[in-house]
């Protein structure tokens, strides 16, 4: 017996190996070159120069937070009308919601302009209605339009996933102790469906704030996101290594905050809600 | 109420599918542009069969969607056998969180810190060019793995441990058993993490864009085209492979479906 498990935990050593050398020394290596300088010497210089992006930080943070909670509000009814349907067509249109999930998000995105431009489709429509050709495109509206856009089926899974698997007895007690269909949704439905919404809000932040295609189709490139800071650095070579590390450094700290916020209401396992 | 919520279904979805049918539609007109549409035309199909470039992206994506997809998925499932059968809890949530990191982490932080890895051991072994086919296969794998763990662990936890038992009572080696008893009920989860690791690879984007050099794949020829003006080719290209990911997924829901089918009949 001893000797079959300790068979059994042998074969996952090669992914151990695997994960030490690709998961973890990578997250030191962004550290070492937060701290040093191109000849590999300590340096402070790289956090020092981070003031310079605050302001890339905080518009990051702002249209990640805009748009997570407009998704929030559009997936919410999604899935909870999804839930009330018949079995058959709630699998159709899941699989009709991921679906865009798995296309190149850079085509989707893309697309948009087309929809958008000056010259494009809407503008188009409007000018045979005898309307003016509207700003549409570059502007913060479009970016937050393609955030939510590329990132809804995020928020939509993980919300449906807990909405479908609430115990419909507790629904009927809820009828049975005097509930109206509001106070249902708001004292019984919502509350259950918490954790759902905490990992839909984290799947959706995390891009968001992250992105750096978006922002510069959509948003013209007038802007620097701190994605788009970390991207041109990384195209300025590797003398800019360090400070584009610092960067994703700070980034993952943001990140790893908010998950554990995020966290604190999902607690439990949770092993279903990724496709 | 029940109409309300059938229209607000189908609002959603013509929003989540507007962008793809504009992408479809131009990707068949027959001029260049991608605002005004002309003629039906296949032009743009027949343009990429010469579209060296594209071509040559394209056997790259498949290249490394298939390697990336078999090791991981072989890696993958090995790792969810042993993390089982590990005894002590901490050990298994330390294993089991560094697992998560690369599905947590911002796409973007897990390029950069790769990158960084891998420039750094360029560096070391005094290599010219640290970033090519091995780097994008290697990053690939990473991100692949804990979604092939994830989706075979559930199955493995299902499965009853006096099957494996019962087969080395009946003489089988440890080997055998896993092969013969363990593996046939284990073996949708195996597909759909396979599934799940070949479409995340053939979409990554901003993986590879910092960890590819010269070895660009589709994703990253399609970037570097919608840099510059984009032409049709690019939706041609694209609908191509939304009808191959169509495809996938379909079958992918088949398999998952009929796998859930058989569990129900079990019990």
Redesign the interface.
């Known amino acids: 017996m001893n000797k079959?498990?300790f068979?059994?935990?042998?074969?996952?050593?090669?992914?151990?190996v695997?994960?030490a050398i690709?998961?973890?020394?990578?997250?030191f290596?962004?550290i070492?070159?937060t701290f040093t300088d191109v000849n590999g010497v300590f340096t402070l210089a790289n956090i020092m120069q981070l003031g310079r992006f605050k302001k890339a930080f905080g518009l990051s943070i702002l249209y990640a937070l805009i748009s997570t909670i407009i998704t929030f509000i559009?997936a919410y009814?999604?899935a909870y009308?999804?839930t009330?349907?018949k079995i058959s067509s709630q699998?159709l249109?899941l699989?009709?919601?991921v679906?865009?999930m798995?296309?190149?998000?850079?085509?989707?995105?893309?697309?948009?302009?087309?929809?958008l431009?000056n010259?494009?489709?809407i503008n188009?429509f409007l000018g045979k209605l005898g309307l003016g050709p509207l700003q549409l495109i570059n502007t913060p509206g479009a970016v937050i339009l393609g955030m939510v856009?590329d990132f809804?089926?995020y928020m939509v899974l993980p919300i449906y996933t807990v909405l479908s698997k609430i115990d419909k007895s507790m629904l009927e007690a809820a009828d049975d102790l005097g509930c109206n269909s509001l106070q249902k949704l708001r004292r019984v439905i919502f509350p259950l469906s918490l954790p759902g919404v905490a990992s839909g809000i984290?799947m959706v932040f995390?891009?968001s704030?992250?992105t750096?295609?978006i922002t510069q189709?959509l948003g013209g490139n007038k802007t620097m996101f701190v994605?788009d800071a970390?991207?041109y650095l990384?195209n300025l070579g590797?003398d800019f290594?360090n400070v584009?590390?610092a960067i994703?450094l700070v980034?993952?700290v943001l990140?790893?905050l908010c998950?554990a916020v995020m966290n604190r209401f999902s607690e439990g396992d949770e092993?279903?809600v990724?496709? | 109420m029940?109409i309300f919520?059938?229209i607000?279904?189908a609002l959603?979805?013509l929003?989540?599918?507007?962008?793809?049918a504009?992408?479809v539609l131009?990707s068949f007109n027959s001029s260049g542009s991608?605002?005004?549409f002309e003629n039906f035309s296949l032009d743009w199909y027949k343009e990429l069969l010469f579209n060296t470039s594209m071509l040559n992206a394209l056997k790259h994506t498949i290249i490394i969607a298939v390697l990336s997809a078999i090791i991981s998925t072989v890696?993958?499932t090995?790792?969810?056998?042993?993390?089982l059968?590990?005894?002590k809890k901490v050990t298994k949530s330390l294993?089991m969180s560094?697992?998560n990191?690369?599905?947590?982490?911002?796409?973007?932080?897990?390029g950069?810190?790769?990158?960084?890895?891998f420039?750094?051991f360029g560096k070391l072994l005094g290599l010219h060019e640290s970033l090519g086919f091995i780097t994008v296969l290697?990053?690939h794998?990473?991100f692949n793995?804990p979604?092939v763990?994830?989706s075979v662990?559930?199955k493995l936890k299902q499965t009853d441990s006096s099957l494996s038992e019962a087969a080395?009572d009946l003489g089988c080696t440890?080997l055998q058993a896993f092969f013969k008893a363990v593996l046939p009920s284990i073996s949708s989860g195996i597909f759909s993490g396979f599934i799940?690791a070949f479409?995340l690879s053939l979409?990554d984007?901003v993986i590879s864009?910092?960890t590819c050099g010269h070895y660009q794949t589709?994703?990253i020829v399609?970037?570097n085209m919608?840099k510059k003006t984009?032409t049709p080719d690019?939706?041609a290209l694209?609908t191509i492979?939304?009808v191959v990911?169509?495809v996938l997924?379909i079958l992918y829901?088949t398999v998952q479906n009929k796998s859930s089918v058989k569990e129900a009949a079990k019990i």
């Open positions: 079959k498990r068979g059994s935990r042998l074969v996952a050593a090669p992914y151990y695997w994960a690709f998961i973890i020394v990578p997250l290596m962004m070492y070159y559009i009814p999604l009308f999804m009330k349907i699998r249109i699989l009709l919601v679906f865009p798995w296309m190149n998000f850079l085509i989707r995105t893309y697309s948009w302009i087309t929809i431009a010259t494009g489709i188009t856009y809804l089926p984290t995390v891009p704030v992250s750096f295609y189709k994605g970390i991207e990384f590797p290594y584009a590390s994703s980034l993952m990140i790893l998950m092993e279903g990724i496709i | 029940k919520s059938k607000y279904i959603i979805l929003f989540l599918y507007a962008p793809i504009v992408m131009f991608v605002w005004v890696v993958g090995a790792a969810s056998v042993g993390i059968a590990l005894r294993v560094a697992t990191i690369p599905l947590m982490n911002a796409d973007i932080v897990t950069i810190s790769l990158m960084l890895l420039v750094f290697v990053a794998i990473t793995l979604y763990i994830l662990m559930p080395l440890p799940m479409t979409d984007f864009y910092f589709l994703p399609i970037y919608t984009v690019a939706y694209s492979i939304f990911i169509f997924l829901n």
